[in-house]
Nanobody
Framework: VQLQASGGGLVQAGGSLRPSCAASGRTLSSYRMGWFRQAPGKEREFVAAIRWSGGSTYYGDSVKGRFTISRDNAKNTVYLQMNSLKPEDTAVYYC??????????????????WGQGTQVTVSS
């Protein structure tokens, strides 16, 4: 599976962005897709995940109520709608794919494939 993330950028606090992650190479029906982020000097942090089949969603505590993960089956693409952005949301955002839908979906090690990352910067 190849993952191509895009859609990051610079936005003021309170604004919105919608990064996307286009997947190619495999059928994703059994997959769980995830978004993680990593700020300088910090560990990679779970943001959100979605089961491709059924669409169940999961969120990290710091983004609940502000971020929404979704997928477009026809485009093989996952989106992360980010609203009410805060300066502490500044990070490189990575999309990832888990072919097996492992239970520990908040762990980076549960994901076998990673995109290249897209920078999100929120100014105060």
């Amino acid at each position: 599976v190849q993952l191509q993330a895009s859609g990051g950028g610079l936005v003021q606090a309170g604004g919105s962005l919608r990064p996307s992650c286009a997947a190619s190479g495999r059928t994703l029906s059994s997959y769980r897709m995830g978004w993680f982020r990593q700020a300088p000097g910090k560990e990679r942090e779970f943001v959100a995940a979605i089961r491709w089949s059924g669409g169940s969603t999961y969120y990290g505590d710091s983004v609940k109520g502000r971020f929404t993960i979704s997928r477009d089956n026809a485009k093989n693409t996952v989106y992360l709608q980010m609203n009410s952005l805060k300066p502490e949301d500044t990070a490189v955002y990575y999309c990832a794919a888990d072919p097996y839908g492992r239970d520990r979906y908040t762990r980076p090690l549960s994901y076998d494939y990673w995109g290249q990352g897209t920078q999100v910067t929120v100014s105060s």
